[in-house]
């Protein structure tokens, strides 16, 4: 069944997909075995697809070497593999009001284990600076991990200076990149990143289950689960050699089949292209529903640089209240609540209302975005 809307919720996941993803995923359920479990063709051609999307991936992010790529099954798995098996008793680790729980989650579970935590408050325009994070470092500071930007407000943190301050301390830089994967240049090296974590079904196109974990030279993680790797079988532990250290079981070799087809679109439609398209669609709303009385606006909207995410409420009105509205009246698809990142509701002191976030897409065009602006200024008047 194909569901006919105005999908504005690309920050969650991407709806709409290269048709080359598909067709990727669909043929490797006819030709993809499982890689390292045999010799015959089948398992060599999922060696191979594996293979060819590290190596894309690699290339994409400027990570050096495809083997310091890990495949998760999401952004959160990645995370977690990154705090908890980074992280130690008695080290201090630094994050921020923008994460995500699947950044604060872990960290509050290391918490209880004897991290120390300190969490940096955002400044007057919605950010986390460089500055601050430098003054926040002690003596036993192990690593920083936030955002690269916002869910929420679509805020972009300066991760170039920050990288640079982590460098300067020897600290370890772990960067959420869920939101900027794919839309936004990433460059590990240039970055400074130790780890690099993202899933592949939102900017990168990709298929749901497919997640990426990508390591900084000489940073390995301690393994979340253990398991078979098609090597080593007779050792009672764990390869140490990556990325088998860390990818115990069978992989979503057919997530990414449709993962290395969507690194293909990407490089054949330019990632600057995608990310004009989509950022453009995002400024003409942003021009428009500013002026609409009673809408209220999150974040730094008049950001030179941000991702296309818009966060907003209407007067009093419960969030989920108008994202019901938007849905069932106009087949408008937003998300409503608190989307995950409760410190940055209670920043903005959201935290009863929520927001309702509208996050778009290359795919989407400007005759949907009126249709969203017409809406909202239509709503206004009625619940004026």
Request: hydrophobic fraction near 40%; include cysteine; charge should be negative.
């Amino acid at each position: 069944m194909v569901i006919i809307m105005i999908y504005f919720d690309c920050a969650a996941t991407s709806l709409y997909k290269p048709e080359t993803v598909a067709k990727a995923v669909c043929d490797a359920f006819q030709s993809v075995g499982n890689s390292g479990r045999g010799a015959h063709e089948a398992a060599l051609s999922a060696g191979r697809v594996i293979l060819q999307t590290r190596e894309a991936l690699s290339d994409l992010f400027r990570v050096g070497d495809p083997a310091r790529v890990v495949f998760t099954s999401n952004a959160t798995e990645s995370l977690n593999i990154a705090i908890q098996g980074l992280l130690k008793p008695g080290e201090h680790c630094i994050t921020t009001v923008m994460e995500h729980n699947s950044v604060l989650r872990p960290l509050y579970h290391m918490e209880k284990l004897g991290v120390q935590l300190t969490v940096l408050p955002l400044d007057s325009k919605g950010y986390v600076t460089p500055s601050q994070v430098e003054r926040a470092i002690k003596h036993n500071t192990r690593a920083v991990v936030l955002t690269h930007a916002s869910n929420v407000t679509g805020n972009e943190n300066d991760i170039q200076a920050i990288g640079e301050v982590c460098r300067k301390n020897q600290l370890l830089l772990i960067l959420d990149a869920s939101q900027t994967a794919g839309l936004l240049p990433i460059d590990t090296k240039k970055m400074n990143l130790a780890v690099l974590c993202c899933s592949g079904h939102k900017s990168l196109l990709g298929p749901q289950g497919t997640g990426i974990l990508a390591l900084g030279e000489g940073v390995i993680p301690g393994p979340m689960k253990a398991g078979g790797t098609g090597m080593d079988s007779y050792s009672h532990e764990m390869p140490i050699k990556l990325p088998e250290a860390l990818e115990a079981g069978t992989l979503n070799i057919h997530g990414l089949a449709g993962l290395l087809a969507a690194c293909h679109y990407i490089e054949e439609v330019g990632q600057e292209n995608i990310y004009r398209k989509a950022i453009r669609l995002a400024e003409i709303f942003i021009e428009e529903v500013r002026s609409i009385p009673g809408i209220r606006l999150y974040g730094d909207i008049d950001a030179s640089h941000r991702v296309p995410v818009v966060a907003l409420n209407l007067r009093e009105v419960a969030s989920g209240e108008l994202a019901d509205e938007l849905s069932q009246r106009f087949g408008i698809a937003t998300r409503a609540g608190a989307h995950c990142a409760p410190l940055l509701h209670e920043s903005y002191q959201t935290v009863d209302q929520g927001m309702v976030r509208f996050s778009f897409s290359h795919y989407n065009t400007e005759q949907e975005i009126w249709e969203a602006i017409s809406a909202l200024r239509l709503l206004e008047e009625e619940y004026r």
